[in-house]
C-alpha cells in the first residue's frame, strides 16, 4: 500500500488541483454556457430553449454600443501601448545611466489597481476641475477637454487610462525583449558598418516576433477583462456609452437580475478570449516541452 | 559464483520506437564494464534501466544473484555518478554524502565515521564545509564519487561521468577511476561516447549502437577482432581502415586485389583464409601499414604505393593514401621519410587484418 | 561596402552631445506623463475643497491640510456606512495574506510534479490547469456566486480567500513550472538513488533552492489579490468588502457633496500596500510579469 502511494504520489498531489481546474474552471465554463441557452431571469433555469439569449444580446443596442466599445478601446489600447511601449523600450536600451530609476517609474502604474487608476483619471479628466480647467486657467479660455462626460468621445478616455497603466510593462517585456538577442550579431553588424537604427529595424525588431506575440497577448488579454477600469473612471457611462461586455455581464447579472444575457454576455467574451489565447498557448507549450 | 550483474534479454520500448533490443551482458565481481556507443545508441538507458531508474518492458536484470527487474532504486544496493554529479546545491559537502545514509536511517555516529573514511581516501576532507558551487570540476567529481563510495554498494555505476571536463582534466580523472577501481576491486558500469575511455578503462566493453548490442568483449579483442563494421570503424582513433577489394581463392589462401587510379592494382596475399565471398573489406589498423625502410619483418608484404598527404603528429607521422577509392591512413614513425606526391614502400601486416563482408557488414574472419 | 565619408571628428561628438540630450528629454518627458498623476493626487489629497475649486489641477497646495487623509481613513462614507478605509484595509489584510501563502504552496507543490515528476498525462493537465488562468472570470461569475450561497461562504472573506486561491493556483503553479524545470533532472535521480522519497525530496533539495520563485510569487499573488475588484465586488457584502471595491464607493458614492480630496487620499491609501512592494522589491515584480513571457 505504502508503496503504491509513492509510486503515485505525483498524480495524487497534482489531482486536487486539477479536479479543482475541471469543475471550478471547465464546470462553470460549461454550466454558464448551459444557462445561456435558457429562459433564466433572476434564477437559473435548466430547460434549454435554444440561442434566444444570443438573439437578445446582438439585438440589443446596449451590446452593440459594448462590443463595438470593446474592438474600438482594444484596437487603441494594444496598438499604442504597444508602440509607446516600443519607443520607450528602445530609447531605454541605449545605455541609460539612471535606467534603474527611469524604469521603476515607467512600470509603477502596472503595481496600482485599475480602481486607483480609474479614480486618479477620472479627476485628471475631470472637465471642470481639472485638466480642462487647468490648460483654461493658462489663458486658452476656448480649451474644452469633456471627454468624459461626451457619450461619443468617452471610451478614449478609457485608452488613456488603460495605455498609462499598462505601456510600463510593454517596455518592460520589450526592452528584456531587444536584450535576448545575441550580443555577438549585434557586434558584426556594428563592425559592419551598419547605422544603429537599421540594427534595430532589420535585426533586433524582426527576432522578437515571439515577444510582440507575448505582449498582444497579454495586452489583449487585459483589454477584454478591462472591468475594474471602466467602473472606476466612467461607471459605464454617460448613459452606457462606456459599456464593455464585461460591465454589460456584470449589470445583467448583479443589478438587472438578467441571468440568461450575463451568461451569454460572459460566453461571447469567452469565445473571443478562447480565439486569441489557445492557438498561444498550444505554440509557447511545444516550444518549451524541447 | 554468480556474476554480480547479469541482464537477460532486455527489452525496453518507449510507445512504438524500440529503444533497447534484446540486450544480454554480465560481469563478474570486480569487472569493470564499459557501455560505449555513439549518443542516442542506448547506452545511457541501459544504465538507467540498471539502477531502476527507468522501467523495462520485458527481461530481466539480476544484482548479486538476486532479481532486480521491479526493485525500486534505493534497495538494488547500487550507486551512482552522474554526467552534471548531481550534487544537492543547498547542502555542503558533507551533507552532500552523508543525506543518503541519513534517508536510511543510519546513526550520526556512523555516518561520521564512513564520512571521514571516504574523505580522506578521496582527498576530500578539506573540502567537508564548502558549498558545489564553491567547488572545481574535478572536485565535484570527487565529491560525487564521495557519495556513492559511502554506500558501499554491490555495483558502482557511472554515468559519462567526465564528459563535462575539460581535456587535461579528463585524463586525470580518469586514470583516478581507474586506481579506485584497483584499489577497492568493487564493480563497475561505465557509460561513455568516448572509445579511449572505454579502452584505458575497461576490463569488458559492451559496444552499442541503435538499442542493440554489437559486440562484448575484452578491450583487445574488440580492437584486434571487431565483430562488425561499425565495431571497426568506431573503435580506436584513427580509424580502422576498410579497403574494398576483390578476393581470389587459390592453393595458398587468398589473394586480394585492391584497385587504385593511375597505377596497377595492389594485390596482398593471406594464407590462412580457408574461404571468403568474392568481394570483401579488408580492415587493416593504421599501425599495420608502415614504412618498408624502417620496418622489417619476414611476414610483412610490401607494396610502392601512392603518398597523399603527409601529417607530422609528434611521436608518429600520418600518412594518407588512396586505395580501393578509399582514403587509407597509415601510421609511420617520426623518422619516415615519406613525401607528398612521392611513391614509397609500405608494409602491410596481413597477420592483423580483418575482413568483413560488403553487404552485411558482420566478420568473416 | 561600408559607406565611409570622411566625417569630422568634431562634428561626430557634438551629433552624439545632441541626440544624447535629445534622449534623456525624450525620457524625462515620459517619466512626467508616469509621475503626473501620482503627483496629482498627492498634491490634490494634500489641499481643502475650497482650494480645489478655484485653484488649477497642477498647483501645489497653498495649505497643506491632512483633513482629507483623516477622513479617507476614518470617516469616509462608502454606502450607509460612514467608517472610512480603515476596516475595508484590514478586510484585504485578512483576504490577501491567506490567499497568497495558499496559493504559493500549492502552485510550488504544483510546479515540483509537473516540472520534475512527468508522468502520462501530466503535460496535458498543466495545459488545462494554465488555461484556467486566461478565461474572463465573467464566465465563472454566476456558477461561483451559486455554489458560494449554497456552501455558506457568500459575503465571506473565507469565500473570497477560497475563490482567489482557486483561480490563482494557475499562474503560481507556472511560475513554479518554469523555475523548476531548469534543475537538472540527474538531482532528483540522484536523491532516488539515495532512498529519498517524493516529498523528502521535496523539502530537502527543491524548497531551499527556491526564495527567489517564492519572493515573486508571492509579490505577483499579493499584487493580483490585494487590487483585485471583480471577486470583490461579487461576492463580498457590506461587512466583508476588500479595499478596491470600498474606495470605488467612497468616490462614486452619490451622496453629498463630492469631496476630491478624500477621493484622491483614498486611493493612495488603497494604492500604498503595493505601491510600497514594488518600490522595495522591483525588480522581483517585473521578472514576474516577465517570467514566462520571454524565452530564454
Redesign the interface.
Known amino acids: 500500500m505504502m508503496e503504491w502511494m509513492e509510486k503515485q504520489m505525483p498524480k495524487l498531489v497534482l489531482a486536487p488541483s486539477f479536479a479543482a481546474s475541471l469543475i471550478f474552471v471547465y464546470g462553470f465554463i460549461g454550466w454558464t454556457a448551459w444557462v445561456s441557452l435558457t429562459k433564466s431571469k433572476l434564477l437559473p433555469r435548466y430547460d434549454i430553449v435554444g440561442p434566444i439569449q444570443y438573439q437578445r444580446l446582438f439585438d440589443s443596442p446596449r451590446w452593440d454600443v459594448a462590443l463595438s466599445n470593446l474592438f474600438v478601446f482594444g484596437f487603441l489600447f494594444i496598438v499604442i501601448s504597444m508602440l509607446l511601449g516600443l519607443v520607450l523600450a528602445i530609447l531605454l536600451d541605449q545605455k541609460i545611466r539612471t535606467e534603474g530609476v527611469i524604469r521603476t517609474i515607467y512600470l509603477y502604474p502596472m503595481a496600482l489597481s485599475l480602481i486607483v487608476t480609474g479614480t486618479a483619471w477620472k479627476w485628471i479628466l475631470n472637465p471642470g476641475l481639472g485638466f480642462e480647467a487647468m490648460v483654461q486657467s493658462w489663458g486658452w479660455d476656448s480649451f474644452t477637454f469633456g471627454w468624459l462626460v461626451d457619450p461619443d468621445m468617452a471610451i478614449y478616455t478609457v485608452v488613456i487610462a488603460g495605455v498609462w497603466q499598462a505601456s510600463g510593462f510593454v517596455m518592460a517585456l520589450f526592452l528584456a525583449g531587444l536584450r535576448s538577442v545575441d550580443q555577438e550579431i549585434i557586434k558584426a553588424a556594428q563592425v559592419d558598418g551598419i547605422p544603429t537604427w537599421r540594427i534595430y529595424s532589420s535585426i533586433i525588431l524582426p527576432s522578437m516576433a515571439a515577444v510582440f506575440l507575448s505582449a498582444f497577448i497579454v495586452l489583449a488579454h487585459l483589454a477584454i477583462k478591462s472591468f475594474d477600469l471602466v467602473i472606476a473612471l466612467t461607471g459605464g457611462g454617460p448613459g452606457y456609452a462606456t459599456d464593455l461586455p464585461a460591465t454589460y455581464m456584470y449589470t445583467m447579472a448583479f443589478a438587472r437580475g438578467d441571468i440568461g444575457q450575463a451568461a451569454s454576455s460572459a460566453m461571447v467574451m469567452m469565445m473571443v478570449v478562447f480565439a486569441i489565447v489557445v492557438p498561444y498557448l498550444y505554440s509557447e507549450l511545444r516550444a518549451r516541452n524541447d | 559464483m554468480s556474476p554480480i550483474l547479469e541482464i537477460k534479454n532486455l527489452n525496453k520500448n518507449y510507445g512504438p520506437t524500440n529503444i533497447l533490443n534484446d540486450v544480454n551482458a554480465s560481469i563478474e565481481d570486480g569487472e569493470f564494464l564499459v557501455l560505449v556507443g555513439p549518443s542516442g545508441c542506448g547506452k545511457s538507458t541501459l544504465l ?1 534501466c540498471i ?1 531502476g ?1 527507468e522501467p523495462i518492458t520485458s527481461g530481466t536484470i539480476r544484482i548479486s544473484g538476486r532479481d532486480m527487474t521491479h526493485v ?3 534497495d538494488r544496493d ?3 555518478v ?3 554529479y ?6 555542503s559537502v558533507a551533507k552532500n554524502i552523508t ?2 545514509m541519513k ?2 536511517g543510519i546513526e550520526k555516529a556512523e555516518q561520521d565515521v564512513k564520512l571521514a573514511e571516504v574523505a580522506h581516501l578521496l582527498q576530500i576532507e578539506t573540502l567537508l564545509d564548502r558549498r558545489p558551487a564553491q567547488l572545481s570540476g574535478g572536485q565535484r567529481q570527487r565529491v560525487a564519487m564521495g ?1 556513492a563510495l559511502v554506500r558501499n554498494p554491490k555495483l558502482f555505476l557511472f ?1 559519462e561521468p567526465l564528459s563535462n571536463l575539460d581535456a587535461k582534466l579528463r585524463v586525470e580523472m580518469r586514470t583516478e577511476i581507474k586506481k579506485l577501481h584497483q584499489n577497492l576491486g568493487a564493480s563497475m558500469v561505465y557509460v561513455t561516447h568516448d572509445q579511449i575511455e572505454a579502452m584505458t578503462l575497461a576490463t569488458k566493453i559492451v559496444v552499442m549502437k541503435g538499442g542493440m548490442v554489437q559486440q562484448i568483449g575484452s578491450p583487445a579483442e574488440i580492437y584486434m577482432r571487431p565483430a562488425n563494421l561499425f565495431v571497426a570503424d568506431f573503435m580506436g582513433s584513427p580509424a580502422m581502415n576498410l579497403i574494398p577489394a576483390r578476393v581470389n581463392m587459390n592453393g595458398k589462401g587468398a589473394s586480394f586485389t585492391i584497385t587504385r587510379s593511375a597505377a596497377p592494382p595492389l594485390v596482398l596475399h593471406d594464407e590462412n583464409i580457408k574461404s571468403l565471398p568474392d568481394n570483401v573489406l579488408l580492415g587493416l589498423r593504421p599501425e599495420d601499414i608502415g614504412d618498408a625502410s624502417l620496418r622489417k619483418g619476414r611476414k610483412l608484404q610490401i607494396s610502392n604505393c601512392h603518398v597523399d598527404v603527409v601529417e607530422p603528429a609528434g611521436a608518429d607521422t600520418y600518412v594518407l593514401m588512396t586505395l580501393g577509392g578509399v582514403e587509407v591512413t597509415a601510421r609511420l614513425q617520426a623518422e619516415t621519410a615519406a613525401q607528398r606526391g612521392a611513391n614509397m614502400e609500405f608494409t602491410f601486416n596481413m597477420a592483423k587484418a580483418s575482413y568483413f563482408d560488403a553487404n552485411t557488414g558482420e566478420r568473416l574472419n | 561596402m561600408t559607406n565611409s565619408s570622411i566625417t569630422n571628428p568634431l562634428r561626430e561628438m557634438m551629433k552624439r552631445f545632441v541626440l544624447r540630450w535629445l534622449l534623456y528629454l525624450l525620457l524625462c518627458t515620459f517619466a512626467l506623463y508616469y509621475m503626473m498623476p501620482l503627483f496629482v493626487m498627492i498634491t490634490t489629497s494634500l489641499k481643502n475643497l475650497e482650494e480645489i475649486r478655484t485653484g488649477s489641477l497642477m498647483s501645489l497646495p497653498r495649505e497643506i491640510t491632512l483633513a482629507a487623509w483623516s477622513t479617507a481613513w476614518s470617516s469616509a462614507c462608502t454606502g450607509i456606512q460612514c467608517e472610512g478605509l480603515r476596516p475595508y484595509f484590514w478586510n484585504s489584510v485578512l483576504l490577501a495574506v491567506p490567499a497568497v501563502l495558499i496559493s504559493t504552496i500549492i502552485g510550488a507543490i504544483n510546479g515540483y510534479v509537473v516540472a520534475q515528476w512527468r508522468f502520462k498525462l501530466s503535460n496535458v493537465l498543466f495545459a488545462l490547469m494554465l488555461f484556467g488562468c486566461f478565461i474572463p472570470f465573467q464566465v465563472v461569475l454566476l456558477p461561483m456566486a451559486r455554489v458560494l450561497g449554497m456552501t455558506g461562504l457568500a459575503g465571506s472573506i473565507s469565500g473570497l480567500i477560497f475563490v482567489h486561491v482557486i483561480y490563482g493556483i494557475g499562474f503560481t503553479t507556472l511560475f513554479f513550472r518554469n523555475y523548476y524545470v531548469t534543475i537538472p533532472v540527474e538531482l532528483v535521480k540522484a536523491a532516488k538513488v539515495d532512498g529519498a522519497s517524493f516529498w523528502r525530496i521535496f523539502f530537502s533539495i527543491f524548497l531551499p533552492l527556491s526564495l527567489p520563485i517564492i519572493v515573486v510569487t508571492v509579490i505577483w499573488q499579493f499584487t493580483q489579490i490585494w487590487n483585485d475588484f471583480l471577486f470583490g465586488v461579487s461576492f463580498s457584502q457590506a461587512g466583508t468588502q476588500p479595499i478596491t471595491v470600498a474606495l470605488n464607493n467612497i468616490v462614486n458614492s452619490t451622496t453629498g457633496v463630492k469631496e476630491y480630496n478624500v477621493d484622491m487620499a483614498a486611493a493612495i491609501i488603497a494604492a500604498l500596500p503595493t505601491l510600497l512592494v514594488y518600490i522595495v522589491a522591483g525588480k522581483y515584480f517585473i521578472r514576474g510579469l516577465t517570467a514566462g513571457s520571454v524565452k530564454g
Open positions: 538507467n539502477a531508474l525500486s532504486p534505493k547500487i550507486a551512482m552522474f554526467q552534471s548531481a550534487l544537492y546545491p543547498t547542502m543525506f543518503g534517508v536510511r557519495r554515468d
